[in-house]
């Protein structure tokens, strides 16, 4: 089975910035899209964005996060990363990354087979 672990996490002044890193076990692990969901106290947990087994193909399903936040990928190093620029208050939340046993990319966890254990991200001054 894919393990993945999250890193990159912390606590930030808001206008900062952040990167995070979702590395995974497992040789298949570069066939399979990788996305990144948060889940804030208090809320559901959502989508926040995707990236296709070969990094031609993102997608970022939180209006919020549009030219802020870019996903991309090393697959030479089995990693993923979220560079998030102008951090806001509301974007504390824990960070998971997830993976499916598939190319292409969906918003829904439901979609997701494996689940790292999250990181998270304070924003505040």
């Known amino acids: 089975q894919v393990q993945l672990v999250e890193s990159g996490g912390g606590l930030v002044q808001p206008g900062g910035s952040l990167r995070l890193s979702c590395t995974a076990s497992?040789?298949?692990?570069?066939?399979?899209?990788i996305g990144w969901f948060r889940q804030a106290p208090g809320k559901e947990r959502e989508g926040v964005s995707c990236?296709?087994?070969?990094?031609?193909?993102?997608?970022y399903y939180t209006d919020s996060v549009k030219g802020l936040f870019t996903i991309s990928r090393d697959n030479a190093k089995n990693t993923v990363y979220l560079q998030m620029n102008s951090l806001e208050p509301e974007d504390t939340a824990v960070y998971f990354c997830?993976?499916?046993?598939?190319?292409?990319?969906?918003?829904?966890?439901?979609?997701?087979?494996?689940w790292g254990q999250g990181t998270q991200v304070t924003v505040s001054s």
């Open positions: 997830a993976t499916a046993r598939s190319r292409a990319c969906s918003r829904s966890e439901w979609f997701y087979d494996y």
């Open positions: 497992g040789s298949t692990w570069i066939n399979y899209a």
């Open positions: 990236i296709n087994n070969s990094g031609a193909y993102t997608a």
